[in-house]
């Protein structure tokens, strides 16, 4: 017997699920990887009210400063990003900016520094569903740079880069991670390249921002390093400064232009 229908499920059938409807979310998404790193956004946002609880991802939209915003925990691996990203892009998502972690890929990128991407390595398993191998996975060039105004008006340091993406968080061996070091890669996430490359197909605006947990270099595990936790709580001051300028609340940002963005 054939298949009935061209695709068995898509975003739009999980939105369905969940009654998440366009008026619902707000202009910019803010999607950390985390629960715990979603309630310390959530508390940042003015009367939050919850649109989903999905298996283990949950969604609120309020205000922040007068700006409506969406924040949902998006999924710490390719796979479950890929359904919370078809989720928000199928029911016509604005700017996706996805609040992460990563293991740095240069000696002098400490634990609890941030990592802007500025492109993407695809190595996780669901991107070759959406693109072939030619396509160029790229941020949002308005997105990323916003953000990047956002770290100078807050005095924040940014390593500006290229992401290397992988399901294999325990084969980053030696031989790998020097290939992709020589490719350009700065910095190795499990989640950057699906979000990334599945807004592009959507045409969703869509930047990713990193706290450094790692550093696969040197051999440095900074998970319980408190270095770490703050750099989470920057990246969500971070993003939220990003929201400001884009809407204009930003003392000096009127005439803000998206700048062609630099490795």
């Known amino acids: 017997m054939p298949m009935k229908k061209e695709i068995h499920m898509t975003g739009r059938d999980l939105a369905g699920m969940v009654q998440l409807r366009p008026q619902d979310m707000g202009k910019y998404i803010i999607i950390p990887g985390t629960p715990d790193r979603l309630e ?11 649109n989903f ?11 922040y400063e007068g700006i409506k915003i969406t924040a949902m925990n998006g999924g710490m691996f390719a796979a479950n990003t890929a ?11 604005e700017n996706l900016i996805r609040l992460g972690s990563c293991g740095a890929l240069k000696e002098d990128i400490k634990v609890g520094d941030l990592i802007l991407a500025t492109g993407s390595i695809r190595g996780e398993g669901v991107t070759p569903y959406y693109v072939d191998d030619k396509f160029q996975t790229l941020p949002d ?3 990323t740079s916003a953000l990047e105004k956002a770290a100078e008006k807050l005095g924040i340091k940014l390593h500006k880069g290229t992401v290397w993406s992988t399901d294999a968080l325990l084969r980053e061996t030696r031989e790998l991670v020097e290939e992709k070091v ?16 599945i807004a592009q197909t959507y045409n ?9 947990s790692d550093n696969v270099m040197t051999g440095e595990m900074g998970f319980t390093n408190p270095a770490y936790y703050i750099a989470q709580t920057t990246m969500i001051n971070l993003a939220l400064e990003a929201v400001k300028i884009l809407e204009g609340k930003h003392e000096g940002s ?10």
């Open 40 to 50: 310390a956004l959530v508390k940042r946002i003015q009367a939050p009210l919850k």
């Open 53 to 63: 609880s999905f298996m283990e991802h949950t969604m609120y939209t309020g205000e």
């Open 83 to 93: 359904m919370t990203t078809e989720i928000v892009c199928s029911v016509q998502a």
């Open 141 to 143: 060039a308005t997105l």
């Open 182 to 197: 020589e490719a350009g890669a700065i910095a190795v996430d499990m989640v950057s390249s699906a979000l990334l490359t």
């Open 204 to 212: 969703v605006k869509a930047a990713s921002i990193l706290a450094v």
């Open 254 to 263: 009127s005439s803000f232009l998206a700048e062609p963005v630099k490795e």
